[in-house]
């Protein structure tokens, strides 16, 4: 199990100013009152050498009404790298006049703008294992300083203003050299049981990928992490990740996790028309397509162990959260008939 850490730590930037590195920061969040769903990232990417490009950074904003999807905003603003300026404890990340910190965000660009301040509920949560990060093996590294927020505050969209008091959503951290070829993410912390009685504290984060090993697709690698009645999950392990069964598509994701005495088993669904299309920049200058819905909807099975069934297991709880998952599907190339947002 990877060690307990700060948000601070979490979030503390990691590029040293070489080339080869890229770092992002998103926040994922759900609106109840309109059921509109934003996700606003602060990047940043330093390209090799050989690609002949500047070191930039940017932010970004996308949104998904389920009630207009055709009118779903896509929006990047690209800086030089000088605008870049972080802060290690307290945790403070600012891109040109935008401002990211442990207690809040804000920022602005174009037509839209963000404000928001958080409450976060639960400690931070790993995905990597310690080892696999300290051998290199994985080449990108995702931690969740703030798994479960309360977010409040205002949203600004081309068209309207979404007035959010104790949205649910995640605040993620990510970094690497390389994204995998592809993959499917979700996180949900917006869950409830079938009978709709909430369940604050209870989140589940988890990520499935395919890298390329000795000029071979390997995979799914799946760690998935969570909180699911006042008890940690993790099932991170190195063996632990190739074992968890996942099956992935552009609009779905179906994936089973084990730690100890527990397994959990999702279900993801998005609808297509749901997606907003934005394109990943590698430092090497691949390009990776990616296709996110913060409306997803998912459905999820607790098990403990049981030796005297003889399946081994036993369904404890069953979680459900209909468009109020965040979902995200990305590949090599882009998906036919579906819009770039970003490019």
Known sequence: MAPKQSAAAANAMRWNGSPGHYEVWYLSVTDPASRVGAWIRYTMVAPLP???????CSLWLMAMDPENPAANPGRKANFPIEQLHADAD???????DAELSDQGMRGAFEDVAWDLKWTSRVAPAGHVHPFLERAKIAKTVLVLPHPDLEVSGTIT????????????GGQAHLWGSKHALRWAWVHCNDFTT???EARPGDFV?????????????????????G????RDFRSIGPLRVIRNPSRFALTSWAFEAIDGD???????DAGREDLVGVTYHDPDGELRYCYNSEVASIRLGIYERDRGDYRG???VDALVAPGRAHFEYAQREPVEGLTLHVR
């Open 50 to 56: 050989g690609t002949g490009e500047p070191a930039t």
């Open 262 to 268: 527990r397994r959990i088993v999702g279900e993801v």
């Open 157 to 168: 969209l081309p068209q309207r203003t979404l007035e959010l008091d104790r949205a649910l």
């Open 313 to 315: 297991w036993r369904q």
């Open 90 to 96: 307290p945790f403070r990340l600012r891109i040109a």
């Open 205 to 225: 984060d988890g990520v499935s990928v395919f890298v390329p090993r000795l000029g071979r697709e390997m995979g799914p690698n799946s760690p998935i992490v």
């Open 227 to 230: 909180r699911f009645g006042g």
């Open 194 to 196: 079938e009978a709709g």
